[in-house]
Nanobody, 118 residues
């Protein structure tokens, strides 16, 4: 069984930092694009950052300069380093990835809560 598991969420004060991890597990043969999304209460899920298999990155304007996405292709793991956190960053953060197991499919993690308080 293939799955994505996020870790690293939690409570953090304004201006603080958190690092999220997303590990892909199972009999995975390949991983293409990966990304972090977030959904705040009452809002639509939005893209935070994405990274291609070759390492090209893309960020939402609201997180540019504060968040950094990266991946370790050996460990099948993606990271999101979040610095200078703001209350508006509070949301459930979801990992998303295109994984190959029997066929290419898009997968979502279960989500991890990030709460920024002042």
């Amino acid at each position: 069984q293939v799955q994505l598991v996020e870790t690293g969420g939690g409570l953090v004060q304004v201006g603080g930092s958190l690092r999220l991890s997303c590990a892909a597990s199972g009999s995975i043969i390949g991983i293409k694009n990966m990304g972090w999304y977030r959904q705040a209460p009452g809002k639509q899920r939005e893209l935070v950052a994405s990274i291609t298999g070759g390492g090209m990155t893309n960020y939402a304007d609201s997180v540019k300069g504060r968040f950094t996405i990266s991946r370790d292709n050996i460990k099948n793991t993606m990271y999101l380093q979040m610095n200078s956190l703001k209350p508006e960053d509070t949301a459930v953060y979801y990992c998303n990835a295109d994984l190959f197991w029997q066929t290419w499919r898009n997968y979502w993690g279960q989500g991890t809560q990030v709460t920024v308080f002042s």
